[in-house]
């Protein structure tokens, strides 16, 4: 009679083989859900990454992966020989096809939750809750969470704008979320499951992806549920804490959102993005008290989307994902009027994002006249082939009844690019020009009107929203920023983050450009929020962090223009 252990070995082996083919299809799931990530097909890959985190995670209890651990004939009795060969047999095939019933049922589930967006009212509620929090194996998490103020003292290389006043903060606790539909594996009922780090770090990353695909798609709620779970299992990674911040960014909670990224910034203080996101929402909660809405749109993800029907098009979209600019749209959240900042590329897409946003635009704002910011006939020797680039022009002919401010000095090159143009179509702006929204027509009186002059509060409890010129010459000779609330710059391309605009073309000036960096932005508060017209490092920034490692520093004016000289 043959001894246990022979008997074991070929139900072992079927056991390792099937493991093996569950972990291969795993890896080919991770890849798939990349790639369609990779494509914008967000709610595609959040059915790839569940289907990984089943096959990884609804297997039965640990089984025997070797001979070694199988129990010799020594130790078993001959009753115990089928009994143990029958089970290693039987957990090979559950092994097999491990996912096939549970994974089909949260596929299932996760498919109605995609088409439904945001999917669990219950957990929208609950979000609103400062201690709704993942609860962790170890108490890494809460410690980051708790001490995450006293490391703030410690970022001195990214230098953050004071936390907005507590009377912002959210209020009031929910009740608690119901249970989710879908699978989340959970550190209290499945430790024992996934005890190595290789496990937990894989686990972790897995929920990770999903998260960022859930909330690409919109489905946030589903998004906040992976990020908590991501903290769980991997309490000292920053990806958790990031898309926590990021799903609640996306459900409204702003000043959650605020903490949970200042957490991340606490593991992670070198990373620029969370850097950007921070000066994000904490302009946000300081925005909406004021009723100013900031949409900053970007080639490739906001506007730009191409298509098969219109390749000479798509030439020119992916000239301009290469150039990296921003567009914004500036509104007032009561009046829901708005201005354009330097509209180019795709018109028809700002005019679709305005729409969708329930926003009116009723002025355009031009930072200088380059084709990259007002569109029209590129220079030679591309003005051969006949493409003309969407801009100012094109938007003044869909709303025939809009203005746009150009600084006067800049306003003949914009014609020349542009010659179906006239001077009629703009405002000329100097230095102190002023705009306000709602915008009041000439001629007609106002029915709103400011509790003083110098308050962005009106008599009827509502806000004002203006904006001012500042004439920065140095890029170009009519280059301009504008100073909108006091407290938010569009600096067009005289201001990146770290750097400034070039200064070779044969109407620039690097004289000029010194002195509107070191004397005109150099003056404002350093809590002033950037927003550049091009992603050269990053999408925002602060007078304040330029004036410690940009260029307002105090820089010499030879060694400064030496720069260019290079």
Not at 306 to 311: G, H, N, R
Not at 356 to 381: N, Q
Not at 527 to 546: K, Q
């Amino acid at each position: 009679m043959r001894c246990s252990c022979a008997r074991a070995r070929p139900a072992c082996a079927r056991a390792a083989a099937a493991r093996a083919d569950a972990d291969a299809e795993l890896e080919r799931a991770k890849a798939r859900g990349n790639k369609l990530f990779a494509d914008r097909l967000y709610g595609q890959a959040a059915l790839e990454y569940s289907t990984a985190i089943a096959l990884f995670a609804e297997a039965d209890s640990p089984l025997p992966t070797s001979p070694a651990a199988v129990p010799t004939a020594a130790a078993d009795t001959d009753a115990a020989d089928p009994a143990a060969a029958a089970a290693a047999d039987s957990a090979a095939r559950r092994l097999s096809k491990r996912w096939s019933l549970n994974a089909k049922r949260s596929l299932s589930d996760l498919r109605d939750r995609l088409s439904r967006k945001s999917s669990n009212s219950a957990l929208s509620r609950a979000a609103k809750s400062a201690s709704f929090s993942a609860p962790s194996p170890s108490a890494t998490s809460s410690s980051l969470s708790s001490s995450a103020a006293s490391h703030r003292a410690s970022w001195p290389s990214m230098p953050l704008p004071p936390s907005p006043t507590s009377s912002l903060r959210s209020p009031a606790t929910p009740p608690a979320p119901e249970p989710p539909a879908l699978y989340w594996p959970t550190a209290e009922t499945d430790l024992a499951r996934f005890g190595s780090a290789d496990d937990r770090n894989m686990l972790a990353m897995l929920l990770s992806n999903r998260a960022a695909a859930f909330v690409a798609a919109g489905a946030f709620s589903d998004g906040l549920l992976d990020a908590m779970a991501t903290i769980r299992w991997r309490p000292d990674w920053v990806k958790g804490y990031f898309r926590k911040a990021e799903a609640l960014w996306g459900l409204g909670q702003f000043s959650l959102a605020l903490d949970a990224y200042e957490v991340a910034h606490a593991v992670d203080p070198t990373n620029r993005t969370i850097v950007d996101r921070i000066h994000r929402t904490r302009g946000r909660i300081l925005d909406d008290a004021t009723g100013l809405a900031i949409h900053q749109l970007f080639p490739g993800r906001d506007i730009c989307k191409k298509s098969i029907l219109a390749p000479v098009q798509n030439l020119v979209f992916d000239y301009a994902i290469r150039m990296r600019n921003f567009i914004y749209l500036v509104a007032n959240t009561y009046s829901r009027e708005c201005v354009v900042v330097d509209a180019c590329w795709d018109v028809d897409g700002i005019l679709s994002f305005a729409k969708s946003k329930g926003l009116r635009i009723v002025a355009a704002v031009v930072t200088h006249y380059h084709i990259d910011h007002v569109g029209g006939i590129p220079p030679a020797p591309f003005d051969s082939y006949g493409v003309r680039v969407d801009g100012l022009a094109k938007l003044l002919r869909k709303l025939p009844d809009i203005k746009a401010y150009a600084h006067h000095n800049d306003i003949d090159a914009i014609i020349k690019t542009n010659p179906e143009m006239t001077r009629d179509r703009f405002v000329p702006t100097e230095n102190g020009s002023s705009l306000t929204l709602p915008l009041i027509e000439k001629g007609v009186p106002s029915l709103v009107e400011r509790v003083a002059p110098d308050s962005l509060e009106t008599t009827i409890g509502t806000h004002v929203t203006s904006f001012t010129f500042m004439h920065t010459p140095g890029h170009t000779p009519g280059s301009q920023c504008i100073l909108v609330n006091g407290c938010r710059l569009f600096s067009g391309d005289t201001l990146f983050i770290g750097s400034c605009g070039r200064v070779d073309s044969p109407d620039s000036s690097s004289s000029d450009l010194y002195d509107s960096l070191q004397r005109t932005l150099a003056a404002l508060p350093d809590s002033v929020l950037v927003y550049p017209g091009h992603d050269y490092g990053g999408e925002m920034t602060t007078i304040g962090e330029e004036r410690q490692t940009g260029l307002l520093r105090e820089i010499h004016r030879t060694v400064f223009m030496s720069q260019f000289d290079q």
